[in-house]
């Protein structure tokens, strides 16, 4: 089964659906102002259009994503047969004056609900920085139909 690894499509795969609703982290790639990469872990949410990350006001991406948009995601399970989301976009970052939806949304997806909100309810009117990516270009593997390309 060969797909093309641009085709946005590839979102409503059921691969790509369970990755995006999953507790696994995201891993979140962008280039640090001196053009060096840069990778965290890092919450997500998926709301059907965009993968949306909530972070802390002061974390060190957001100083750069304005002048370097350009990140990749991936997220992906740890046991084998392997499956991974990959994602590439356009950060767009907004400055919020509390806690993101979508990470409330997430909190309770990763901790459970009692959790997620006694969580956020810790963050409650603190400035937080949403960035939402649109993607642009996506790629699945699962390891059994699709795989990386040196393999093939």
């Not at 059921?14 to 507790?23: D, E, F, G, I, Y």
């Not at 002061?58 to 990140?71: G, T």
């Amino acid at each position: 089964m060969s797909t093309a690894t641009h085709d946005l499509s590839q979102l409503d795969d059921p691969v790509a659906q369970q990755l995006l609703t999953s507790t696994a982290p995201a891993r979140f790639a962008y280039t640090w102002s001196d053009g060096t990469p840069r990778v965290v872990p890092i919450w997500f949410h998926w709301n059907g259009d965009a993968v949306v990350f909530g972070t802390p006001f002061k974390a060190p991406k957001l100083k750069v994503l304005s002048s370097r948009p350009q990140v990749a995601v991936s997220i992906d399970t740890t046991e084998y047969p392997y499956r991974v989301l990959s994602i590439r976009g356009h950060a767009e970052v907004d400055i919020l004056d509390d806690v993101a939806p979508e990470y409330a949304a997430a909190a309770e997806r990763y901790m459970g609900e009692d959790q997620g909100k006694a969580w956020v309810a810790e963050l409650r009117g603190q400035r937080m920085g949403r960035i939402r990516v649109v993607p642009e270009w996506v790629n699945i593997l699962d390891f059994e139909t699709r795989f990386p390309s040196a393999l093939t």
